[in-house]
């Protein structure tokens, strides 16, 4: 193996082990949620306890409504949009910026990833720059599990879309390294 192919090998190695760190540590900060949730539950439950009417509990429940949504929509959604985010712009700084346009569904976590940074993660029909982003987002997300597109023109993403989104840099990767090898 020609040095050439030594620097490009462990390049390749170098990055297919970051995206399995990626990987790995989305796994652990969603057991991480989980129990936070699951924690959360037990402790209403323990409180609820000790009110004597049903009515007492009800309201209890009410007040505690909101931090749980919080719990178990918001903050998984922050975590999956960040660690999105992380393995977007490794890879694309990895790349040198120069993954190119004809890697469609890298292109689509682009306009994803610009969606997430200057719209909050909400599809924008109304300003015209973005009004091509939001529809190509929302007919991709219609065909693809792991992400869609709630009621409020938001993108959701689940736990496998994160795995998916590395499957597919590391795929590029590959073919990458693979030409580069060729040369």
Known sequence: MNTDNKVISLRQFFIENTLANF???HNYLEEHS???LKDFENKIEIEKSKF???EEKEEFEEYCADEYQRLRDELPQILRRSIFFSIYSFCKNESHKQIPRNFEEIDIFRRIRNCIAHSDSMLDY???RNKGDAKII???AINKPGISINDRNEIIMEPAYIKHVT?????????????QKKR
């Not at 499957?167 to 030409?179: M, P």
């Open 138 to 140: 929302k007919e991709y």
């Open 126 to 128: 109304k300003d015209s």
């Open 52 to 54: 004597k009417t049903e």
């Open 23 to 25: 990987n790995n540590y």
């Open 34 to 36: 989980k129990r936070t």
């Open 167 to 179: 499957n597919v840099f590391k795929g590029y990767f590959i073919n990458y390294f693979q030409n």
